[in-house]
């Protein structure tokens, strides 16, 4: 395997590159450590250490710092990994690694969200915000079923209605302003027009 470029990723760490396609970095420490340049091979045995000494056990503690900070689905994690210009074969590793003792699973992930967000954002909403990190759209509905089982049947109505209470909205003496105020949060919230119109259709059905 031949160094084909060795370049500057910041004040401590260098990416080597090895047969002009696989990446991945070192502290500027190990680079004078192994006595790596560019345009040289590096001997078999020495390569044999730096990946599995230093790489994959490098990747797999950088994956395993992330979970402890914060919750991650598994694309979130391999897309912190790639920013850290780890080659695709060592977040592939360390994944499979976090994974294997359940440190990264989707399908809690999604639980725990759906959970944590169904008093104040809607099914829409939330769907949306999972699959925008990377949980798919069948583990969704695995979890949201799980959800409905143990709460019982959704109610977006008087999920409305508690998110307006929480704000205080009286529709007895909001202007149109505040109206159509009140309308634009729940819109942000997830909630389709037809569902918002329909409820304040209900609330002014219910003034007469």
Sequence with gaps: MIVTQIRELNTKKVLITVDEHLTFPLYKGELHRYGLKEEEEIAPELW??????????????????????????????????????????????????????HYVDDFRYAQDYIRFHSADRSRQRIRRDLLAKGISSETFERAWEVFLSDHGEWNEREQIQRLLEKRRYDHDSADEKEKAKTMAFLYRKGYSMDAISSFFSHLSASER
């Excluded at 598994?74 to 690694?97: C, F, G, M, V």
Aim: glycine letters at 0%.
């Design 48 to 101: 044999e250490e730096l990946w599995d000494t230093v790489l994959v056990k490098r990747s797999r503690l950088r994956a395993m710092n992330l979970l402890q900070k914060k919750s991650y689905t598994q694309a979130e994690l391999e897309r912190k990994l790639r920013e850290n210009a780890y080659p695709e074969e060592l977040i592939s590793q360390a994944l499979t690694y976090v994974m294997k003792f």
